[in-house]
């Protein structure tokens, strides 16, 4: 290939963050798209789910839910749950990169006709093994449905979709859950009556149903009207098929009870006969560490530390702060966002501190330590500046206080630094969002997504 075919070639192909190729989409959900996706130096295979920040801001609601699936997915690392590998954002766009499940949707597996009780059974060992992780970490699921459920190139089953589901943060007073939502066939009926309902319970009848649809090939409770088919389920009104073993009906009939105190907890479950047939082994599930981000400093002191989405998302809009979610919260300080190399952006910060009149030293390749020779009302001013390389061709710095007065930081962050660094600076935490300029920011214009 000549050098003009092969750099259209590369034109053609959409590169994200200089780390991942953009290729077909696998779905697409109400606020999102799921794309293929491949990791350009492993080539390892991957999901990439985009969501428009736009459409976001429109909906209150939706950024809380947004930061609520970040947040459970990092909390269930379980082999029957997808994984969140990491999660990024341009100006418009947030991205979620996960495991690829290949196998497509257990939807799609259920409509060509019902399982063998055998093939069922694995399915639903697997369910309730991840669905037992995730209540064990307080995380309710609440859309559980075939549509959800993924499997691997293997026949292993993944749950995904995360959109939403419940953590303990989320229980009223009164210890229960009271938002209405779910898919109405699989929802439960105490979420229906709305006088509150503990997720994990709410859960099970969902599995319930699951179990239902895999044994019979369709759903227990149908109807045209909507008011009649929550009739139905208020009364968990169903008929179970004569191909049902005597075993799989009586677990049928066990997890689609009305009465959420009465329905049979998942302990019970794995005690029944039917369920212990099989190759059925609790998982020894390991709790991964928090992010590993002072090891990886540690680990490669002549690189900037990365810089994480969800602090970057912060960043670029005041109204959308995901800092909460990190385990390792840095100090609070004066951030903004530059396109320059993180290299150019210590040299700028080193440049900016000593014509200030500050004593500059660099504390770590990427860190830099900026002190007053005054002294001010509670000491030496002294200012320490960290550069993160939050994607390709994007930093991020952090200001923090280390001693002084707050006061005079406040003032030497607003009057002398920020015009000091206005070359370098894309924007300032905390400022106008819709000011910030997608300047060369082909990822952030050219792409189709
Ligand atoms: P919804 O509106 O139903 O809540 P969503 O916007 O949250 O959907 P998902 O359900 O997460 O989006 O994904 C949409 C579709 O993309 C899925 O139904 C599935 O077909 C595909 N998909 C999602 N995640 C993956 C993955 N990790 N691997 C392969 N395909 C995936």
């Given at each position: ?187 439960a009926p105490e ?6 309902y503990d997720?994990a319970k709410a859960?099970l009848w969902?599995?319930g ?26 009364k968990a ?13 009586r677990l049928v009939s066990r997890l689609l009870v009305v009465n959420p105190e009465k329905r049979i907890s998942i302990?019970a479950i ?180």
């Open positions: 290939m000549g050098k003009e075919a092969e750099e259209a070639s590369r034109e053609m192909r959409k590169i994200v963050f200089g780390k991942y190729e953009m290729g077909r989409v696998l779905g697409k959900g109400t606020f999102a798209k799921v794309y293929y996706g491949r990791e350009l130096g492993s080539g390892e295979s991957v999901a990439i789910k985009v969501i428009n920040k736009e459409q976001i801001r429109r909906e209150s609601s939706m950024m809380e839910q947004i930061q609520r699936e970040i947040a459970v997915m990092r909390l269930v690392r379980h082999p029957n749950v997808v994984q969140l590998r990491e999660v990024m954002a341009t100006k418009s766009r947030i991205f979620f990169v996960m495991e690829y499940v290949r196998g497509g949707e257990l939807f799609a597996r259920v409509v060509r006709g019902r399982l063998p009780e055998n093939q069922a059974r694995r399915y639903f060992h697997q369910l309730i093994s991840a669905v037992d992780f995730c209540h064990s970490r307080g995380v309710s699921h609440r859309d559980l449905k075939p549509e959800n459920l993924l499997l691997d190139e293997h026949g292993n089953l993944k749950v995904s979709d995360f959109g939403l589901s419940a953590l303990p943060e989320q229980l009223r007073h009164d210890g229960l859950l009271h938002t209405q939502c779910g898919t109405p066939a699989y929802v979420i229906l009556r709305r006088r509150g997720g859960d969902s599995c149903i699951i179990l239902f649809v895999l044994l019979a090939g369709y759903l227990p409770f149908q109807d045209e009207s909507l008011m009649q088919l929550y009739r139905k389920v208020f009104d169903y008929q179970i098929p004569s191909w049902f073993s005597g075993e799989a009906r302990p794995m005690q029944l006969p039917w369920f212990k047939k099989g190759s059925f082994r609790p998982l020894r599930i390991q709790i991964p560490p928090p992010l590993p981000q002072a090891e990886e400093e540690e680990a490669k002191p002549s690189t900037p530390r990365f810089y994480n989405a969800f602090e970057l998302i912060s960043s670029l809009s005041s109204g959308f702060d995901l800092s909460n979610l990190f385990e390792s919260r840095r100090k609070s300080g004066t951030v903004f966002t530059s396109r320059s190399a993180a290299a150019a952006v210590v040299e700028q910060l080193e440049r900016v501190g000593r014509s200030l009149g500050f004593g500059v030293a660099r504390t770590k390749s990427y860190r830099v330590k900026m002190e007053g020779k005054k002294e001010g009302r509670k000491g030496r001013l002294a200012v320490e500046a960290e550069v993160f390389e939050a994607a390709e061709g994007m930093a991020v710095v952090e200001f923090s206080k280390f001693s002084g007065d707050t006061l005079e930081y406040t003032k030497f962050c607003e009057e002398d630094v920020r015009p000091g660094l206005k070359d370098i600076v894309w924007t300032w935490q905390g400022d106008d969002y819709e000011a910030i300029s997608c300047s060369g920011g082909e990822r952030c214009n050219s792409s189709p997504w």
